[in-house]
């Protein structure tokens, strides 16, 4: 009997051995990810920053673009306008050029 406790006494050593053991291993472990954890949050934090302006500034871009793209459909259109004016006023005065030139000679006789 005397060594059936004394086996049971080493196997209950063993045992919280192995789960000193354990809880120091899983403890260390956790503390290694809470460092990482803060040192990838300190080191994302500014670059999430970053992104954050570069996406306010491409924000800005694009509605200028937009106020851009309509200040040019309407000088498109004043343009078209102003070429529509231009066709008018050449074809005037190429009535005009053929009215002239009849009576100059219609005055020759």
Same mark, same amino acid.
């Given at each position: 009997?005397?060594?059936?406790? $004394?086996?049971? &006494?080493?196997?209950?050593? @063993?045992?919280? +051995?192995? $789960? +000193?053991?354990?809880?120091?291993?899983?403890? !260390?472990?956790?503390?290694?990810? &809470?460092?990482?954890?803060?040192?990838?949050?300190?080191? !994302?934090?500014?670059?999430?920053?970053?992104?954050?302006?570069?996406?306010? #500034?491409? #924000?800005?871009?694009?509605?200028? $673009?937009? =106020? %851009?793209?309509?200040?040019?459909?309407? *000088?498109?259109?004043?343009?078209?306008?102003?070429? *529509?004016?231009? *066709?008018? $006023?050449? +074809?005037?005065?190429? =009535?005009?050029?053929?009215?002239?030139?009849?009576? %100059? @000679?219609?005055?020759? %006789?």
């Amino acid at each position: 009997m005397a060594r059936m406790s $004394l086996l049971a &006494w080493v196997s209950l050593v @063993f045992l919280v +051995a192995a $789960l +000193a053991v354990s809880i120091t291993i899983a403890v !260390v472990r956790a503390l290694r990810a &809470w460092r990482s954890y803060r040192s990838f949050s300190g080191a !994302v934090g500014p670059l999430v920053e970053h992104v954050q302006r570069n996406a306010a #500034e491409a #924000e800005r871009h694009a509605n200028s $673009l937009t =106020d %851009k793209t309509e200040q040019l459909n309407a *000088a498109i259109a004043r343009l078209q306008s102003s070429l *529509a004016e231009l *066709a008018i $006023l050449r +074809a005037a005065a190429e =009535d005009a050029r053929a009215t002239l030139s009849l009576r %100059k @000679f219609a005055i020759r %006789k």
